[in-house]
């Protein structure tokens, strides 16, 4: 399985992003997926989660109804569209995927990583 981010890039404050991930390879094996962000000098932290469904999600208490996880499992795509741009979002964001279904915010309980995209907000 290969996941590859693209979408990211510099925002001023209140601006929107859409980040993307493509799915690659043996799919199949994916059920849940998230993102996930690491600022500089910071662990990374979990963003959101979505079913494979996507009839299940699950934000991070700091997204505050500003970004919507999506997945289109026909395009094999995962999508985080990101409202409201703070400087505190800036980070470098990851898309995970997981053999499971079951919710989760551990980066840990992720099988596989793409390899991040740079998020950063001006203000």
């Known amino acids: 399985v290969e996941l590859k981010e693209s979408g990211g890039g510099l925002a001023q404050v209140r601006e929107s992003l859409r980040l993307s991930c493509a799915v690659s390879?043996?799919?199949?094996?994916?059920?849940?997926m998230g993102w996930f962000r690491q600022a500089p000098g910071k662990d990374r932290e979990f963003v959101a989660h979505?079913?494979?469904?996507?009839?299940?999600?699950l934000y991070a208490d700091f997204v505050n109804g500003r970004f919507t996880i999506s997945r289109d499992n026909a395009k094999s795509m995962l999508y985080l569209q990101m409202n409201s741009l703070k400087p505190e979002d800036t980070a470098v964001y990851y898309c995970?995927?997981?053999?499971?279904?079951?919710?989760?915010?551990?980066?840990?309980?992720?099988?596989?990583w793409g390899q991040g995209t740079q998020v950063t907000v001006s203000s």
């Open positions: 995970a995927a997981r053999r499971s279904n079951l919710p989760s915010f551990l980066s840990y309980e992720y099988d596989w």
């Open positions: 390879g043996r799919t199949a094996s994916i059920l849940a």
């Open positions: 979505i079913s494979y469904s996507g009839g299940r999600t």
